[in-house]
């Protein structure tokens, strides 16, 4: 195989606990490949930090071994990371499975009995992680037993950086998983699928390498056109009333407020005191749209919008991609896109750069969404 230079590994050196008895300087060595030519790495989030529990879950991404004489199999769980996979993989062998359905409760999702056997065949399983896809785990555990199985979310943000809130309280111990929705925290989670990649199919490095340049590159176009259509928005209008909490990460980058969302962890109904509090929330920072889900319809949203002469918007996304599978709109950054024109527009601001963003990065995802 032909080997191309790149630049010295980042090394970050993880001291074990000493066993019992023994004073042990042993020490395992994580390393971590840089970003391709091409990539500012100071604009890439450090998927390292001296939290342990972030090293373990990284260790465990890179743990596998190179897949010789076959392509490599994927299975991966809601669609954002499952597009991300199939664009790093585009133009190689590797077969790309999705196995949560595009609009479909991540949180409580019960995989079926296919997806057992797509789980015991794949030789890579990349999930969220950050306890959001737990029954698909739990079904990973019990039949990926030979492959690698890669948190994405729990491998590249430090506990440090988890956010807990009326969804996700931190007395549950469960953070708020939606990381997607905030670009800078994508970036290593390519990385990531990169470098895993790379580790079981070593032969193809130009072709992932090629791809992560690509996307890594779309990421932070949309987050600076973002940028520029956030601060169109005054800042005492950035409040956000959602259907599902998935925008906590987004809002603490972008610098918006979320008041409130109507679908909790535990996903039970607000209480008629909850919603009499949301609707002062609503009236004293005069909201300016109340966002609800395009696939899963709330009739509490609609009444607080009754009540307070909010308009009421139902076309959010959560991770069911726009488009169909192929085409440049079904994909992580044609969901942002979607969502982050309908919000700023919503709130009065000028869209136009997002507008201009093209999501067209010429690679063909050939991962294969279940229905």
Known sequence: MKLRRIAPVLVLALLLPACSGNESSDRVVVTQPPAPEGIDEENIADPFASDEGLQAAYAACKGGTEVKGRAVRVASTVAPITNLVGIIAAGTDTKVTGIVPEGTNSHTFEPPPSAAQTLE???????????????????ADANATNAVLCELGTATLAPSLWLYDFSFPKAAGKPNPHLWTNPPYVLPVLSTIRNVLINADPANIDKYDANYVLVSRLVMNLDEAMKVATATIPANDRNLLTYHDAYAYFARHFEYEVIGAIQPQSFEEPSPKDIASLIDQVKSKKVKAIFGSEVFPSTVLEQIGKETGVRYIDVLRDDDLPGEPGDAEHSWAGLMKFNYITIVEALGGDATALKAVSIDVKISDKATYLQ
């Open 121 to 139: 065949t794949s030789d890579i399983v990349f999930m969220n992680g950050l306890s959001l896809e737990e029954p698909t785990r739990e079904m």
